[in-house]
């Protein structure tokens, strides 16, 4: 679930528009993970994939209320993994954080930018696809060693 919400800075956020957005970007995974959890305790083994967003370790201040909400998505998952561990649960959990795919909510953020970034940007764009095929890895059991990964997938734009 996400939605990006209104682009606006900190002093132009109202706490409606601040609230909606972490409803639906953060509460939204902790509603999910607590539902899971029972499932993938009685099954004996399971995987979290939780989805944030390179918003959540990049500084955008037009996204204040994105950038927060999918930034809380990385602390909440080192909770559950910690919570796990120290109970002895077999679950793990990674989180993906896709920079600039190709979806509804992107093409809709771009129709606000100027052109010039709007065509860098979209050089540099996935497909959904792209984040999909990495999700299942991580449910796989090929990933069985992999518990509290943070994956960035945007094609090197984060680290340029």
Not at 36 to 47: D, H, I, K, Q
Not at 74 to 96: D, E, F, K, W
Not at 124 to 152: C, K, T, W, Y
């Amino acid at each position: 679930a996400g939605i990006l919400g209104p682009l606006a800075t900190t002093a132009d956020l109202t706490e409606a528009d601040y609230d909606k957005v972490c409803a639906v970007n953060q509460h939204s995974v902790f509603l999910g993970m607590k539902a899971v959890l029972p499932a993938l305790l009685e099954r004996g083994a399971g995987s979290i994939v939780n989805i944030a967003s390179v918003a959540a370790i990049r500084g955008n201040p037009s996204v204040f209320a994105y950038s927060a909400a999918k930034g809380a998505i990385l602390s909440m998952t080192r909770s559950l993994i910690v919570h796990c561990q120290q109970q002895g649960y077999p679950v793990r959990a990674n989180v993906v954080l896709p920079g600039s795919h190709d979806t509804q909510m992107v093409r809709d953020a771009y129709q606000f930018a100027a052109p010039e970034l709007r065509e860098a940007a979209q050089r540099h764009e996935g497909q959904p696809e792209h984040v999909a095929d990495l999700v299942l890895f991580l449910v796989s059991d090929e990933s069985a060693r992999l518990n509290g990964a943070e994956i960035v997938i945007d094609n090197g734009r984060t680290v340029a």
